[in-house]
């Protein structure tokens, strides 16, 4: 009888009884809610990429908000983004009354196309929101350039890329502003969480200030004070705060984000290895200067020497207990996009990479023998297939 294999996915957290310990002493203190954990996560997770200012929230996608309400993006305002990327990225212009327009991406990286980002721009593009996918940075010299050219706020969306660098500088420190998510399929979790960082103390203030409500308690930016039991609301914000719980959670997990760092390239490596001169497929390629922090091992099918396509090897590689993914659909084609304004957007790259893509297994805590399962399982598959 075969002994079949243990269900692998593509992506999960790594909890110790360090981390179950940081958070129960939290479950014991006087602060829930935002309160001292919150306040070290971010000096912690500010000092780990090299910033100013980190404002802890909700999940990554509130930070998405969060950083597009400080850009000023509202109705008539444009940003331009990646189609390669999840939802969010554009969603959050939406949520500002803004309009997302998408650039397609370069071939060879799968990240968003300066030259593309050239084409979009117009007079109501109010920012670009990079999109560092699978954790590759983005081309951040050329967009810093089309973004001073045409006055522009960057936000790079790295739900992908904590420790990833760009020629010496960590990703979280180059731009306006990042976002980072602590979802558990990415590299440190919360659970639910995110984090926005900036060097603006300008744009730190109003990120504070959305995060709770658009209220505050800081007598220097009141209109009025009348007394210590005073706050006022000054814009309209959401309740977007980080729990001190999700905040101890993310400081132990904060301690150990390189060496999840250091087993992703690991993994990354072996996979490469013993893929890169399979002719059925290409490894990812990448960019000079640069680390990817490798939250996706995304692989390229090379359709025109298979005899199956995408959907079969997904399928049969599903068939095994192997977890693959596919990232991502893109954002234009989902259906609330075709109904509201984008049924005749095409952009090329994306969508033929769309179809020829598939996530293999990424994360710290696989073994080496789960790594060797999913390299038996990809080789099998494509050589029973090739042409
Ligand atoms: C995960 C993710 C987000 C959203 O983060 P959440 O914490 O799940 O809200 C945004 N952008 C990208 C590219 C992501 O992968």
Redesign the pocket.
């Known amino acids: 009888m075969v002994v079949r294999k243990p269900y692998l996915p593509y992506s999960r957290q790594w909890l110790d009884d360090d981390d179950i310990k940081a958070v129960a002493e939290v479950l014991k203190s006087d602060y829930l809610t935002t309160g001292p954990k919150s306040a070290e996560f971010e000096t912690a997770f500010a000092q780990y990429v090299g910033v100013n200012f980190a404002v802890a929230i909700a999940?990554?996608?509130a930070a998405?908000h969060a950083a597009c309400y400080a850009a000023g993006i509202q109705a008539g305002d444009e940003v331009i983004t990646t189609p390669i990327?999840?939802a969010?990225?554009a969603n959050a212009v939406r949520y500002c009354g803004g309009t997302p327009v998408f650039a397609d991406i370069e071939p060879a990286t799968y990240n968003i196309d300066p030259s593309e980002i050239r084409k979009m721009v117009t007079e109501k593009t109010k920012a670009i929101i990079p999109?560092h996918f699978t954790g590759q940075p983005c081309d951040m010299d050329e967009i810093s350039r089309i973004a001073k050219e045409y006055n522009l706020v960057v936000i790079e969306?790295a739900?992908?890329a904590v420790g990833a660098d760009y020629k010496g500088n960590l990703i979280g420190s180059i731009s306006d502003m990042t976002t980072f998510?602590?979802?558990p399929v990415?590299h440190i979790t919360t659970g639910?969480g995110?984090m926005i960082t900036t060097n603006s103390e300008e744009l730190y203030q109003k990120l504070l200030l959305f995060r709770s409500h658009g209220i505050t308690r800081d007598k220097n930016i009141m209109l009025d004070y009348q007394g210590s039991w005073y706050y006022e609301q000054l814009a309209l914000g959401y309740n977007y705060r980080m729990t001190d719980i999700q905040a101890a959670l993310g400081l132990s997990q904060l301690k150990k984000a390189n060496r999840f760092l250091h087993r992703r390239r690991e993994i990354a490596d072996m996979y490469t290895a013993v893929f890169k001169d399979t002719p059925v497929l290409q490894v990812p390629f990448q960019q000079e200067g640069c680390n990817s922090s490798w939250h996706l091992y995304v692989i390229q099918l090379n359709l025109e020497k298979l005899k199956c396509n995408r959907k079969e090897v997904f399928e049969a590689l599903h068939r095994e207990n192997i977890g693959v993914n596919v990232h991502y659909l893109p954002v234009y084609k989902h259906p609330f996009y075709q109904q509201n304004g984008y049924q005749d957007v095409r952009c090329a790259c994306s969508e033929n990479l769309y179809n020829r893509i598939i996530s293999l297994p990424i994360f710290p805590k696989m073994t080496n023998q789960n790594v060797q399962d999913v390299i038996h399982g990809v080789k099998n598959i494509l050589e029973r297939n090739e042409k």
Do not use: I, Q, W, Y
């Open positions: 999940n990554g996608t998405l990327t999840f969010a990225s999109v969306d739900a992908h998510s602590f979802h990415k639910e995110g």
